[in-house]
């Protein structure tokens, strides 16, 4: 791998591991992109890690685990023992210790509850303008932040290394859903909610194991991917969350019109890109992973696909076993340029 030293990041005291995790990514997409699953060893269908056992549904129906591990924080900002999906932030640091060590790379989304009214991240009542410097909540909010960077600060390999972690905050803010999205906030305040958590970060918190990944939803336009971005120097990565909604025809458009797009963009930045979230609920289509996903994103350049989480019998996005979508998750597999944990353990 290229030498590490010479890594640009948009943290100017980034340490060694995050600029190795960068050269890695920048080093996947060469050969081809990486698989990513949600919460996949967390939990599955019809099992939950106590801490007593390591699986997947991935590795059960493929014979190995992702190559890249999301996690996720909501509820820590209250002081939660579990985050949003009652996963316990212990066991979720021993996960991430154990997914690091075998060689993939920890994506971690936050979904704060709305700041305001105390109730959720999709409660979209206006928030941000009173938690940036000045508003009325921003003592509230910078402790909010403080227990994050704790966390993320916290996350060491066993001799004390950090390991490094793809940062994705205030993720799909160009959708209305979240209260940091559109029409409960002006891009100009959304610009600085960002900027103000990255100085934090950076400068007063000392937390420098992070690169910083900016994820819409779908878009029309690069105009429109570009509306609320905070700037180069506070960007590592770009993505974009695409799920199918509708028929299958539609989202081959979404997926070819937004990736291509998105890779544009990523070559003008000279910036690593990835399909941040996506997927089908309950892949329902037999053949979806070869002849829907794979077809019509292998030529994007992506570093990285990152697939939603297997909560429940009515909530999953990757198969397990007996799934009907299962034997054409094997043969997504075997592709040569879809690259699971073995594979991508041995890029250096």
């Known amino acids: 791998m290229k030498s590490s030293e010479k890594i640009s990041l948009a943290d100017e005291s980034a340490d060694y591991s995050a600029k190795y995790l960068m050269s890695k990514i920048n080093e996947v997409k060469k050969q081809g992109y990486a698989f990513g699953h949600q ?7 019809d099992w939950q890690n106590d801490g007593n056992i390591y699986k997947s549904d991935v590795n059960d129906v493929s014979g190995d685990f992702p190559a890249v591990y999301g996690f996720e924080l909501g509820h820590i900002e209250l002081g939660h023992d579990q985050n949003l999906d009652s996963v316990n932030f212990g066991l979720m640091t021993e996960l991430i210790q154990k997914a690091h060590k075998d060689g993939g790379i920890i994506s971690i989304s936050w979904h704060p509850d709305n700041p305001v009214t105390k109730k959720t991240a999709w409660d979209p009542s206006p928030a941000v303008s009173q938690i940036l410097v000045g508003g009325a909540l921003h ?13 993320l600060k916290g996350l060491k390999t066993k001799t004390g290394a950090s390991i490094p972690v793809v940062f994705r905050p205030y993720h799909e803010m160009n ?3 979240f209260w940091w999205g559109q029409g409960s906030c002006t891009p100009k305040e959304f610009k600085l909610l960002w900027r103000e958590t990255f100085e934090l970060f950076t400068t007063k918190y000392n ?21 609320f971005y905070p700037g180069d120097e506070y960007v590592d990565i770009l993505g974009m969350d695409l799920y199918q ?3 299958t025809d539609e989202y081959i458009s979404i997926l070819n019109r937004n990736l291509s797009l998105l890779a544009n963009i990523a070559k003008q930045k000279n910036m690593p890109h990835a399909l941040t979230e996506g997927g089908l609920n309950m892949v329902s289509v037999e053949d979806w992973w070869t002849q829907v996903l794979d077809k019509n994103i292998s030529d994007k350049g992506l570093s990285w696909a990152l697939f939603w989480r297997n909560a429940r019998r009515d909530h999953y996005y990757v198969p397990f076993i007996g799934q009907k979508s299962s034997i054409d998750f094997k043969k997504f597999k075997e592709l040569p340029h879809v690259l699971f944990l073995k594979e991508i353990k041995k890029i250096r």
């Open 39 to 45: 919460d996949a060893t967390a939990y599955g269908l």
């Open 139 to 151: 003592p509230k909010y910078r402790a909010w932040l403080l227990k994050v960077a704790e966390f």
């Open 175 to 177: 959708g209305s859903w």
């Open 207 to 227: 937390v420098h194991n992070l690169l910083y990944c900016y994820s819409t939803d779908a878009v029309q336009s690069e105009e429109e991917y570009l509306r």
């Open 245 to 247: 909604h509708g028929t």
